[in-house]
């Protein structure tokens, strides 16, 4: 289909649900995609955090052709091989013993959900969930009653028994937790949509004591900062604390829809067939490839080189800030999750523009800012080019 087809049958055949660029993807290898035309572009979008190898990595690649051409689909009726090996792999690296899977972030956050009120239903009849206010947990109706308002508008009424915090601070929470109803704390370590958010040092380390003293769990949600993106494997290991529980997503599957949610043994207990399960959770080649992604993310020194990769860049984007101080207000980040706050939103979309039509891709993200997720095989030269092409639409701009 030539561009404009495409585009014209998105609006003909497909519920109007995403504020689409008009660009159609073809084709990606690596850090790189190709649009329907033939341009090139350097993709630090990665399906927002999904392509964590990159496009079309060779072992995910060789995984699900070889898993499509023995098993696809079976259901949870049977025990699954692939799902033992995938689940032993993620136990054996997380603080976790039991896993769910399941298919989407907004699902695995459902999971947690369920899971934490089954939790809280025998230890003292509890139920409620405290969120952070600007959060972002997903769009079914659980994992949206726990997420920033604005993504609520028009689907009221919503889940009872959700409370909102401010992000960041400690003691709302510790007000919040004073009701005794309260059974889990579900926060992300970085919040992402919320414009890369990166609490203070001892943040989480505190909400993990007052966890603790409340006897409250704590979920955290790592679909973004999971898998490697921070330089650690899951972000809570930089804060030197464990969940209670913790949901992934996005990069686990490498491209193939998949999700999780993790839990100790104490937690995870509390479930028993028929509580909750879905029907293509698990599936063999969603397995085969979580599998080949996490090993190949442990295996081929993936972790060194986002934290590595990230100071790299990060060093680039402070001295883009310095260069072009009127225009950029912070830069942020925690290995290669990278925000550029701009001075305002106008400022923002228009660098994202730029950027993209000079051949980088980045997301806008809570209007004013730029948030940058390069696959965690991503080299030096790359991010040169990068940062070359964010000073020349910066400079583009400024002379606009
Ligand atoms: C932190 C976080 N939680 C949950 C979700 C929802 O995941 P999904 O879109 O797979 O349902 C997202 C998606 O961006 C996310 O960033």
């Not at 207990?269 to 029907?279: A, D, K």
């Amino acid at each position: 289909m030539r561009k404009e087809e495409i585009i014209s049958g998105t609006s003909e055949y497909l519920m109007n649900t995403y504020g689409r660029y008009p660009i159609a993807m073809v084709r990606g290898k690596g850090a790189w995609v190709w649009d329907s035309e033939g341009k090139k572009y350097l993709d630090f979008v990665t399906g927002i955090a999904v392509n964590n190898l990159g496009h079309c990595h060779p072992s995910v690649v060789r995984a699900i052709s070889a898993q499509s051409r023995k098993l696809v689909q079976v259901c949870n009726l049977y025990h699954i091989e692939n799902q033992v090996e995938f689940a032993r792999v993620l136990v054996e690296n997380s603080f976790a013993d039991k896993v769910f899977f399941c298919n989407s972030g907004a699902e695995a956050n459902e999971g947690a959900i369920k899971l934490a009120r089954k939790w809280g239903g025998a230890n003292g009849g509890r139920y409620k969930i405290v969120h952070a206010r600007d959060s972002f947990h997903g769009r079914t109706l659980g994992a949206l009653s726990a997420t920033n308002k604005k993504y609520q508008k028009g689907f009221k009424p919503l889940v009872p028994g959700f409370k909102s915090i401010p992000y960041g601070r400690i003691e709302p929470l510790e007000r919040a937790l004073r009701d005794e109803k309260v059974c889990a704390v579900m926060l992300e370590p970085i919040q992402g949509e919320n414009g890369v958010i990166i609490p203070y040092a001892d943040y989480l380390r505190d909400v993990r004591r007052l966890c603790k003293r409340k006897n409250t769990l704590l979920i955290l949600d790592q679909l973004q900062v999971g898998l490697g993106r921070t330089g650690k494997l899951f972000a809570y290991e930089h804060y030197g604390i464990k969940p209670d529980i913790m949901t992934l997503a996005k990069a686990l599957g490498g491209g193939i829809p998949c999700g999780a949610v993790l839990a100790t043994n104490s937690v995870a207990r509390h479930l028993s067939p028929g509580n909750h399960g879905t029907t293509l959770g698990g599936n063999p080649l969603a397995m085969s490839a979580g599998t080949a992604v996490l090993k190949t993310i442990l295996e081929d020194g993936l972790l060194d080189n986002a934290a590595g990769m990230g100071e790299y860049f990060m060093s680039g984007l402070l001295s883009i800030k310095k260069e072009f101080g009127g225009l950029v207000r912070d830069v942020r980040g925690k290995g290669l999750i990278l925000g550029v706050e701009f001075a305002n939103a106008e400022a923002a979309k228009d660098a994202v523009v730029r950027c993209s039509n000079n051949g980088l891709l980045t997301i806008l993200t809570e209007q004013k800012v730029m948030r940058i997720l390069p696959p965690l095989t991503v080299k030096k030269n790359e991010i040169d080019h990068a940062l070359e092409i964010i000073r020349r639409s910066l400079k583009e701009a400024t002379v606009a």
